[in-house]
């Protein structure tokens, strides 16, 4: 199963991109291919950007504790797990003594999905770069 990691920081607090990454409806303002969110139990669908007769149930879990968010497609069985940490966190990494929050995401691609893996790898950084902007503006 091809898998990718990818980091950002932010110089916004924590609990400012948290709100962002909690809440799906939220996600048309920074994750690049997705245009409109509904929200559902235990999840959301996804209508990616072009393809509005194209709804993408996903599984949506939280855990504060793991200051985590994971996410997986119902329809392609791509997987995505979000973490944040304060910046300079020894685990997450980032710079230390700078305030701002680390922002990680591990990516697990099905083989049956390989062919998609430059362009998510290209999506889900974009995607990192528009959510820790968008934070500092919150």
């Given at each position: 199963?091809?898998?990718f990691?990818d980091?950002?920081?932010s110089p916004?607090?924590?609990?400012?991109?948290?709100?962002?990454?909690?809440?799906?409806?939220?996600?048309?303002?920074?994750?690049?291919?997705?245009?409109?969110?509904?929200?559902?139990?235990?999840?959301?669908?996804?209508?990616?950007?072009?393809?509005?007769?194209?709804?993408?149930p996903?599984?949506?879990?939280?855990?504060?504790?793991?200051?985590?968010?994971?996410?997986?497609?119902?329809?392609?069985?791509?997987?995505?797990?979000?973490?944040?940490?304060?910046?300079?966190?020894?685990?997450?990494?980032?710079?230390?003594?700078?305030?701002?929050?680390?922002?990680?995401?591990?990516?697990?691609?099905?083989e049956?999905?390989?062919?998609?893996?430059?362009?998510?790898?290209?999506?889900?950084?974009a995607?990192?770069?528009?959510?820790?902007?968008?934070?500092?503006?919150?």
């Amino acid at each position: 199963m091809p898998t990718f990691h990818d980091a950002a920081d932010s110089p916004a607090p924590p609990e400012e991109v948290w709100k962002l990454l909690y809440d799906p409806s939220r996600f048309p303002d920074w994750w690049v291919g997705v245009e409109t969110v509904e929200r559902g139990d235990g999840g959301f669908t996804m209508y990616p950007e072009g393809y509005p007769d194209f709804p993408m149930p996903q599984t949506f879990e939280t855990d504060r504790d793991d200051r985590g968010v994971r996410i997986s497609c119902l329809v392609s069985d791509l997987r995505y797990t979000w973490r944040l940490a304060p910046a300079g966190d020894p685990i997450l990494g980032g710079p230390t003594g700078a305030g701002g929050t680390r922002i990680t995401v591990d990516v697990e691609i099905p083989e049956s999905e390989a062919h998609r893996l430059e362009g998510q790898r290209e999506a889900v950084h974009a995607s990192l770069q528009r959510l820790a902007a968008l934070a500092v503006s919150a």
